[in-house]
């Protein structure tokens, strides 16, 4: 099947509705360019790694925790928010 898109001025090219429902692609996902030499380019959706995808989550969930460890101090609500702006803005 042979479909035809124009470029834009940005460079962009509009993926055909019918090829983008056939290949499950969604707005914001990315997708892969191979340029096959000379004037052949093939798009496609990319295979992705589930175990890769897993393992960044854990990163970015263990960054996280680690950055805000010091808020399982079990200190009240109330005095981490004192220590975060500084000063009491209900003093007793």
Same mark, same amino acid.
């Given at each position: 099947?042979?479909?035809?898109?124009?470029? %834009?001025?940005?460079?962009?090219? %509009?993926?055909? @509705? =019918?090829?983008? =429902?056939?290949?499950?692609? @969604?707005?914001?996902?990315?997708?892969?360019? =191979?340029?096959?030499?000379? %004037?052949?380019?093939?798009?496609? @959706?990319?295979? *992705?790694?589930?175990?890769?995808?897993?393992?960044?989550? @854990?990163?970015?969930?263990?960054?996280?925790?680690?950055?805000?460890?010091?808020?399982?101090?079990? *200190?009240? %609500? =109330?005095?981490?928010?004192?220590?975060?702006?500084?000063?009491?803005?209900?003093?007793?």
């Amino acid at each position: 099947m042979i479909k035809q898109s124009n470029l %834009t001025v940005k460079g962009q090219v %509009t993926i055909p @509705k =019918d090829v983008r =429902d056939a290949l499950g692609l @969604k707005p914001g996902e990315p997708v892969e360019i =191979d340029w096959q030499g000379g %004037t052949e380019a093939l798009i496609r @959706k990319p295979i *992705r790694n589930e175990k890769a995808d897993i393992e960044a989550y @854990k990163a970015r969930v263990r960054e996280v925790s680690r950055r805000f460890a010091h808020l399982r101090e079990g *200190r009240p %609500t =109330d005095e981490i928010m004192r220590e975060i702006r500084g000063d009491d803005p209900f003093p007793p």
